[in-house]
């Protein structure tokens, strides 16, 4: 019996070892996760609060109604806000149903087995993660095709964001599906609708929560993006309100870019009051998708 026991106790303390290194070296990792997580919500504070500070003076109604101007204490982003509004708007008519059809084909309807879906599946994922300016060299491109001389306008800032949501818009849409159980579509199936109606009336319907929230978290990317849009041309000096698709343009991230890059004090006050403005618009966007989906959102 003795002999029994006396083998089990090496075995014992080898396992009590691993689990101390186990237990400290997870301490370590989490000290360190801890730390890090500190270290960037301590910068981003920081920054935040000193833009505040060094923009609030100018936080005034003549940012939302003056025009660019070469003296700060007349200049104001109404074009850039206009522009963006614009432009983004444009972008949403492009890229949503566009990236929800595709979304939906691809969940709902394409073979799985099948690899061309597949690669096309990948493609997407790839296509997540390209840099921004990629896809305004692609817009630029596809306006040469299509003959457009002038592509510092409206539709070709709105293209240029609108391939660079798709790919996110089609990834958020099919998780939103996928979070749907498949016992609705069935019961759906069984009471004799069609795939297509089983789709629209029900899947569709019970997937809106997420797919409200990534399309706004996806705006909310193209909203701070200024890289396509100055491979584009995008003026940095408008003194004009867009009036179309064709229509030249500025927006905000283009217009703060130019004022602070200016040598006067007074310009980089003016950018430092867009930035705010920049960050409430996509503080809000946020606020919205959570709002919808804790408001929409279905326990199943």
């Known amino acids: 019996m003795s002999t029994h026991e006396g083998g089990h106790a090496p075995t014992t303390l080898r396992t009590d070892r691993r689990s101390r290194e186990h237990d400290a070296r997870s301490t370590v990792f989490l000290t360190l996760l801890w730390l890090s997580l500190l270290i960037a919500f301590a910068t981003l504070l920081t920054l935040l609060i000193s833009t505040f500070v060094a923009g609030a003076d100018r936080l005034d109604l003549r940012l939302f109604t003056e025009f660019p101007s070469s003296r700060p204490e007349d200049a104001g ?41 597949r690669l096309i599946e990948l493609n997407i994922q790839n296509l997540s993660a390209i840099p921004s300016i990629i896809y305004g060299m692609l817009a630029v491109g596809l306006l040469s095709l299509l003959g457009v001389a002038n592509k510092n306008v409206v539709i070709g800032g709105a293209l240029a964001l609108a391939l660079l949501i798709l790919p996110v818009l089609i990834i958020s849409t099919r998780e939103a599906l996928r979070a749907v159980p498949r016992e609705l579509r069935q019961a759906s199936l069984a009471l ?25 978290l996806a705006l909310s990317r193209a909203l701070g993006e200024a890289a396509p849009l100055l491979l584009l041309g995008a003026l940095v000096f408008v003194s004009f309100d867009p009036n179309g698709l064709l229509s030249g343009f500025t927006t905000m991230p283009i217009q703060i870019f ?43």
Do not use: C
């Not at 522009?83 to 595709?102: D, M, Q």
């Open 192 to 216: 004799g609708a069609s795939e297509l109606q089983t789709t629209w009336r029900i899947t569709l319907p019970a997937a809106v929560p997420g797919v409200a929230t990534g399309t706004i």
């Open 77 to 117: 982003a109404r074009p850039a806000i206009l522009g963006s509004l614009w432009v983004i708007g444009t972008t949403a008519v492009l890229a949503i149903p566009l990236g929800i059809a595709a979304a939906v084909h691809l969940e709902e309807f394409a073979d799985r087995h099948s690899r061309l879906n």
């Open 258 to 300: 130019s004022w602070t890059n200016s040598p006067k004090a007074g310009f980089h006050e003016l950018a430092a009051a867009s930035s705010i403005l920049l960050v409430g618009i996509l503080l809000g966007m946020n606020a919205l998708a959570i709002v919808i989906r804790n408001r929409y959102q279905r326990r199943w």
